[in-house]
C-alpha cells in the first residue's frame, strides 16, 4: 500500500491489478487497461507525479495524473513505461512475499527486490526517448493470402484462381470482392532503442468506435465485414509512451454482391411495395367482389320472391278466384239447371288443372334440386310432350346425352322455362305445324334451346306477317336479362326457328 498527500490510497494486488482508493470509492486498473501484469509488488512515489511498480513482468511506471483521469471515466486505458532485461534487469520477475518489496532512499533513487536480487534505479536520471516510432502497414492478408508481394498494383488470390482481393499502393486502396473473408493487416513501429516495448493501437472507421489496444501484436484481423468502405488506421508508441500520432492508414473497399448493391435493393423495396400494394388491391377487389357476389345473390333471391309472389298472384290468385265465382253461380231448375251446372263443372275442372300446371311449375322453379342442366331438360322434354300431344303435334326431342354437370340459377331455369314455353304456344298455335323438335344441347360453356317446326314459316322483315312482333320482342328481352341472346330464323313455307342462348359457369 502507499498513501499519498492528498488521501488517495494506492493498493498492489496479486493477480487483481492496481487498486485507487479516494472518497470512499475504489477504481480498478487490469491489463486489459494497459497494465504489463496484474501482480503488482510493490508501489512507490518518485514526487514528480509519477508512481513505480514492480510486478512479475518487470518494473514500470505510470503517471498518476493519467490514473486520476481514468478514474474519473475520462480515458480508458493508462499508458505505462515498462523496463526490462534491456534495461538491466535480472529478471523480470519482482519479489512480492516480504514487505517491504521496495524502498526509496533519501536521496530519490528508488530500490526494488527480485527473485535474483535487489535493483536499483534513479528516476531524475531516467531520460525518456522523445523519437516516436514510425509506423508502417507492410502487408494485407485476406483468407490467408497476403497482397503485399508486388510493388506496383495487384495479386490474385484465392485457390480458384479468381481475384478476390487487390491492393493498389500507389493510391493507398485495397479492394476486396464479394462474399465472407479473412481480412488481416499486418504493420510495425521501428525502434531501435527498444524495440520489444513498442505498443500498438489500431481503428478500423467504419465499423470501429474507438482504437483497440493491440499491446506489441503486430497484427489486426476482422473475420467479416459487411460491404462499404472503410480505412484502417494504426498507430504507436515507443517505450516512454511517446505516440505516433499521425500513423499510417490504408483505404478499404469490400465490394458486395448484385443483390447487396443500393440499386437492388432500391427494386427490391419497390417491387415489394408493388407487391404489398397489389396484394392490398386483391384483398380490397376480393372483398368488394364478395361483397357484390353477396349484394347480387340477394338481389337474385329478392327478384325470385317477387317473381314467385307474381306467379302466385297472377296465376293462382285469379284462376281461385274463377273457381270461386263459377261455384257461387246459382243453380236453376229443371233441364237448364243440368247444362249451367254441367258447364260450370267442366269449368272448374279445366280451372283446376291449369291451376296444378302453374303450381307444379313454380314448385320447380325454387326447389334447388332442379338447378342442375339436366333437369332443365327433363322438364322442358316432359312439358313438350305434354303441350304439343295435346294441341294434336308430334313433338320431336334432340337432347345431348352427357350433360354437364352445371348449377343453373333459379332465374335462369324459369326465364328458360317460359322462353321455350312461349314459342312453344307459339309454334301450336300459329305455324300449322305437325311435327315440333325440341333441341337442348351444350357448347364451349353456353347453354343452346332451339325450338324448330315444320310450319307455315313467315316472313321476318315483313312486319304485316310477323303481326305486332310483341311476341319476338319478348323471347330477346327475356334473355338479354339473363346475358343471353334469342335468334330467329324463319322462311315462308319451311318453317320457322327460334334459338336460345345463355352463357353457364362449368
Given at each position: 500500500m502507499l498513501s499519498d498527500a492528498d488521501g488517495t490510497l494506492w493498493i498492489g494486488t496479486y493477480r487483481g491489478g492496481l487498486l485507487r482508493?479516494?472518497?470512499?470509492?475504489?477504481?480498478?486498473?487490469?491489463?486489459?487497461?494497459?497494465?504489463?501484469?496484474?501482480?503488482?509488488?510493490?508501489?512507490?512515489?518518485?514526487?514528480s507525479g509519477q508512481l513505480w511498480l514492480s510486478s512479475h513482468k518487470g518494473i514500470f511506471r505510470m503517471a498518476k495524473t493519467a490514473l486520476d483521469a481514468f478514474?474519473?471515466?475520462?480515458?480508458?486505458?493508462?499508458?505505462?513505461?515498462?523496463?526490462?532485461?534491456?534495461?538491466?534487469?535480472?529478471?523480470?520477475?519482482?519479489?512480492?512475499?516480504?514487505?517491504?518489496?521496495?524502498?526509496?532512499?533519501?536521496d530519490g533513487?528508488?530500490?526494488?527486490?527480485?527473485?535474483?536480487?535487489?535493483?536499483?534505479?534513479?528516476?531524475?536520471?531516467?531520460?525518456?526517448?522523445?523519437?516516436?516510432?514510425?509506423?508502417?502497414?507492410?502487408?494485407?492478408?485476406?483468407?490467408?493470402?497476403?497482397l503485399g508481394a508486388e510493388a506496383e498494383g495487384e495479386r490474385s488470390t484465392g485457390l480458384s484462381g479468381t481475384r478476390v482481393a487487390r491492393w493498389n499502393r500507389e493510391q493507398g486502396v485495397v479492394e476486396v470482392g464479394p462474399g465472407r473473408h479473412q481480412i488481416e493487416f499486418r504493420f510495425t513501429g521501428l525502434s531501435l532503442s527498444a524495440p520489444e516495448q513498442v505498443q500498438f493501437q489500431y481503428r478500423l472507421e467504419g465499423l470501429d468506435r474507438d482504437w483497440n489496444r493491440g499491446g506489441n501484436r503486430r497484427a489486426a484481423g476482422y473475420a467479416y465485414l459487411p460491404p462499404g468502405k472503410y480505412r484502417f488506421r494504426v498507430s504507436a508508441c515507443n517505450g516512454d509512451g511517446v505516440w505516433n500520432?499521425?500513423?499510417?492508414?490504408?483505404?478499404?473497399?469490400?465490394?458486395?454482391?448484385?443483390?447487396?448493391?443500393?440499386?437492388?435493393?432500391?427494386?427490391?423495396?419497390?417491387?415489394?411495395?408493388?407487391?404489398?400494394?397489389?396484394?392490398?388491391?386483391?384483398?380490397?377487389?376480393?372483398?368488394?367482389r364478395r361483397r357484390m357476389e353477396?349484394?347480387?345473390?340477394?338481389?337474385?333471391?329478392?327478384?325470385?320472391?317477387?317473381?314467385?309472389?307474381?306467379?302466385?298472384?297472377?296465376?293462382l290468385g285469379s284462376s281461385l278466384t274463377e273457381i270461386s265465382m263459377l261455384a257461387a253461380t246459382p243453380h236453376a231448375e229443371g233441364e237448364a239447371a243440368s247444362q249451367n251446372g254441367e258447364g260450370n263443372l267442366s269449368q272448374i275442372s279445366a280451372r283446376a288443372d291449369r291451376l296444378v300446371r302453374a303450381l307444379d311449375e313454380i314448385v320447380w322453379a325454387v326447389n334447388p334440386r332442379h338447378d342442375s342442366v339436366a333437369s332443365l331438360a327433363d322438364y322442358l322434354s316432359g312439358h313438350a310432350r305434354d303441350f304439343l300431344g295435346a294441341a294434336g303435334i308430334r313433338a320431336r326431342l334432340d337432347v345431348q346425352r352427357d350433360l354437364p354437370a352445371v348449377t343453373l340459377k333459379p332465374e335462369e331455369r324459369h326465364g328458360i322455362y317460359m322462353a321455350v314455353k312461349e314459342a312453344l304456344n307459339n309454334a301450336a298455335r300459329h305455324s300449322h305445324a305437325t311435327e315440333v323438335w325440341l333441341r337442348l344441347k351444350v357448347r364451349r360453356g353456353c347453354l343452346i334451346v332451339t325450338v324448330e317446326d315444320n310450319g307455315c314459316g313467315f316472313d321476318v322483315d315483313d312486319s304485316n306477317q310477323r303481326g305486332d312482333g310483341d311476341g319476338l320482342e319478348n323471347f330477346r328481352k327475356r334473355l338479354t336479362e339473363l346475358g343471353g341472346e334469342c335468334r330467329i330464323e324463319s322462311v315462308v313455307g319451311k318453317g320457322t326457328g327460334v334459338r336460345f342462348e345463355l352463357p353457364i359457369k362449368r
Open positions: 482508493f479516494k472518497d470512499g470509492r475504489f477504481t480498478r486498473l487490469t491489463g486489459q487497461q494497459g497494465l504489463p501484469s496484474d501482480t503488482i509488488c510493490q508501489v512507490l512515489d518518485d514526487n478514474a474519473r471515466g475520462e480515458v480508458k486505458s493508462v499508458p505505462c513505461v515498462s523496463y526490462g532485461l534491456q534495461d538491466g534487469l535480472p529478471t523480470l520477475e519482482c519479489s512480492g512475499n516480504y514487505q517491504p518489496a521496495g524502498w526509496k532512499g533519501r533513487r528508488l530500490w526494488f527486490a527480485t527473485i535474483n536480487g535487489v535493483v536499483s534505479l534513479q528516476p531524475r536520471e531516467m531520460v525518456a526517448n522523445p523519437i516516436s516510432p514510425p509506423v508502417v502497414i507492410e502487408e494485407i492478408a485476406v483468407d490467408d493470402e497476403p500520432e499521425s500513423g499510417d492508414s490504408l483505404a478499404l473497399i469490400v465490394r458486395p454482391h448484385f443483390w447487396e448493391t443500393g440499386w437492388f435493393l432500391t427494386a427490391m423495396g419497390v417491387l415489394a411495395a408493388g407487391g404489398l400494394a397489389a396484394t392490398v388491391r386483391f384483398v380490397s377487389h376480393r372483398r368488394l353477396r349484394l347480387e345473390q340477394q338481389r337474385s333471391l329478392e327478384r325470385e320472391r317477387a317473381r314467385i309472389a307474381q306467379d302466385l298472384h297472377d296465376d
